[in-house]
Nanobody, 124 residues
Framework: VQLQASGGGLVQAGGSLRLSCAFS????????VGWFRQPPGKDREFVSA???????IYADSVKGRFTISRDNAKNTAYPQMNSLKPEDTAVYYC???????????????????WGKGTQVTVSS
């Protein structure tokens, strides 16, 4: 499995960005897709995830601001990030797994594959 994240950039606080995670190598529609982020000097943390049959989960820090979706025909998942805050500044990584769990289950050690990250910087 290969994952390619894109869509990062510099945005002012209150702005929006839409990231993309392109998936290849296996049957995309059977995998859950998750997003983690790693702020400067901190550990990688869970952000959101979407299952193959489209249930979604979010970290408390992004609920109500981020929306994750997927297009199985395009093998791509999209987190729409609105009302961005400076504390959202991080490198964002997409990941995938055949398993599923609630937000407490989504630990980076449980993930099967990772893409390279994309930088998101939110200025105040």
């Amino acid at each position: 499995v290969q994952l390619q994240a894109s869509g990062g950039g510099l945005v002012q606080a209150g702005g929006s960005l839409r990231l993309s995670c392109a998936f290849s190598g296996r049957m995309f529609s059977t995998y859950a897709v998750g997003w983690f982020r790693q702020p400067p000097g901190k550990d990688r943390e869970f952000v959101s995830a979407i299952n193959w049959n489209t249930p979604t989960i979010y970290a408390d820090s992004v609920k109500g601001r981020f929306t994750i979706s997927r297009d199985n025909a395009k093998n791509t998942a999209y987190p729409q990030m609105n009302s961005l805050k400076p504390e959202d500044t991080a490198v964002y990584y997409c990941t995938t797994t055949l398993a599923w769990g609630d937000s407490s289950w989504w630990a980076k050690e449980r993930m099967d594959y990772w893409g390279k990250g994309t930088q998101v910087t939110v200025s105040s």
